[in-house]
């Protein structure tokens, strides 16, 4: 996961790279400011922010971000806690006042981790499909076929298993030996059944029923810290 920090504090800019590496990431870009940020464009998985800077400030980078680019996550690192107010957005992940410890850091980056592996991408017959497009895989013979969130199937060569081993530990959890789910579409689970959508429901194995209860109890809490 590639870490940006943008501060135009260089002690605490170092400071916080040091502790990112610490905890054992070392791709990491430092900005020296947001008008540095902009001219190199360069797009970190998850991106340590000021709000106070001189020339553009982080709330101007944080509507930059969520106008062109996604798959950038924020985590503001401040100490104008009176500008909270305007920092939430769609890109934006959590708040961190200065000085924070690396626990609240490595908190803030596993979470930011989760969140970049629900928009990475599979190659899928020479076509890239992002993760949180795919509802469920549905085994096919020897093919796999992906039901995708706008209604269309896309069929795969490889096998079920060859995709439950690829998918581990990301958002997907095989339920059925003929169903991978991908738990960010999950709607309800009752009666030992999913509902993806209004008229799509997936049987869940009695033998994985346990398994994938603790797995997607696991998912929620991720997504909620």
Not at 42 to 61: A, Q, R, S
Not at 135 to 141: G, P, Q, S, T
Not at 146 to 168: M, P, V, Y
């Amino acid at each position: 996961m590639k870490i940006g920090i943008c501060d135009d504090n260089a002690e605490e800019r170092n400071h916080l790279a040091s502790i990112c590496k610490e905890l054992g990431y070392d791709n990491i870009d430092l900005y020296i400011s947001g008008e540095d940020y902009l001219i190199r464009n360069t797009l970190p998985d998850v991106l340590f922010l000021d709000i106070g800077m001189n020339d553009i400030d982080g709330l101007e980078i944080k509507e930059f971000l969520e106008k062109t680019d996604h798959k950038t996550y924020i985590i503001f690192y401040t100490t104008h806690n009176e500008m909270m107010g305007n920092a939430f957005g769609r890109n934006v992940i959590g708040f961190l006042h200065k000085p924070a410890s690396p626990r609240q850091i490595q908190r803030y980056l596993q979470k930011a981790a989760c969140y970049h592996k629900d928009f990475s991408e599979i190659t899928l017959e020479n076509k890239q499909l992002p993760y949180n497009e795919i509802l469920y895989i549905e085994a096919k013979n020897v093919y796999s076929s992906f039901h995708i969130a706008d209604g269309t199937i896309q069929l795969s060569r490889k096998a079920l298993r060859n995709w439950a081993a690829e998918l581990e530990d990301t958002s997907f959890f095989q339920i059925h030996r003929s169903y991978i789910i991908n738990m960010h579409h999950i709607k309800s689970f009752k009666n030992g059944k999913i509902t993806v959508s209004p008229n799509q429901c997936l049987p869940v194995g009695k033998s994985r029923q346990k398994a994938f209860k603790a797995a997607y109890q696991n998912y929620l809490l991720r997504k909620t810290e």
